[in-house]
């Protein structure tokens, strides 16, 4: 079945202990991409990645890392988490060069920082 | 001005009505735009791509005006499960199609569909 998988599901965790979110697609997409969905707010996007060791930031980077290494990984790293991350996290991904493909997302990542 | 603006809403309305998204866009390069259907803390799924001409796909009509940079949402003969919230999501494109990969949401209109 075609999807992207995220880990975990939910989070919990303590103020400043490093975190890694998992994101994992087996279309081979080229592009993803990472938001947060907070309330009020919508969704925002946080960084993506048009290809293998190609990245770039989106609306809201700070405090925020990622890489990517390979086509279908594209991992979400917190350094330093606060609370003013606590949101609802998506990852997405797509095919580039096809105008209207649009994006199959991940069932999201719900983080508490306390 | 955000760069994509929707009516929150809430619409709340009886099975079998029709009922009409709008959405304004401020970015006037070349887009592509996407409307998604989102259930309480789900993830987003796409409903439909909007193309120039408009389109539709069974009780769902979409419509593109670049003119008045608006896209626009019809769901006809509502059901109950169509109760969500919909986003539109603008994309910018180069002129080959390829995307630069900046994607952003309105903040989504909630539809309740009653009984």
């Known amino acids: 079945e075609a999807q992207v998988t995220q880990n975990p599901r939910y989070l919990i965790t303590v103020t400043g202990k490093k975190l890694t979110v998992t994101c994992s697609q087996n279309?081979?997409?080229?592009?993803m991409s990472w938001y947060r969905q907070d309330p009020g707010l919508g969704l925002r996007q946080i960084y993506y990645?048009?290809?293998?060791?190609?990245?770039d930031k989106g609306d809201v980077p700070e405090g925020y890392k990622v890489s990517r290494k390979e086509k279908r990984n594209f991992p979400l790293i917190l350094e330093s988490p606060s609370p003013n991350q606590t949101s609802l996290y998506f990852c997405?991904?797509?095919?580039?060069?096809?105008?209207?493909?649009?994006?199959?997302f991940g069932s999201g990542t719900r983080l508490t920082v306390v | 001005r955000k760069e994509v603006e929707q009516d929150p809403g809430p619409f709340n309305v009886p099975e079998g009505a029709t009922v009409a998204f709008n959405c304004t866009y401020s970015?006037?390069?070349?887009?592509?735009f996407f409307w998604y259907r989102q259930d309480c803390r789900k993830e987003p799924k796409l409903l439909m791509s909007?193309?120039?001409s408009g389109n539709e796909d069974g009780r769902f009509t979409a419509q593109l005006n670049r003119a008045s940079q608006y896209i626009s949402l019809l769901i006809r003969d509502s059901k109950l499960s169509d109760s969500a919230t919909y986003l539109c999501?603008?994309?910018?494109?180069?002129?080959?199609?390829?995307?630069?990969?900046?994607?952003?949401f309105g903040q989504g209109t909630i539809l309740t569909v009653h009984p």
């Open positions: 909007v193309y120039s």
């Open positions: 970015n006037s390069a070349s887009q592509s």
């Open positions: 999501v603008v994309n910018r494109v180069g002129a080959g199609g390829t995307s630069y990969g900046k994607l952003t």
């Open positions: 990645s048009m290809n293998v060791e190609v990245t």
């Open positions: 997405a991904s797509s095919l580039l060069g096809m105008r209207n493909y649009g994006y199959t």
């Open positions: 279309m081979n997409h080229e592009y």
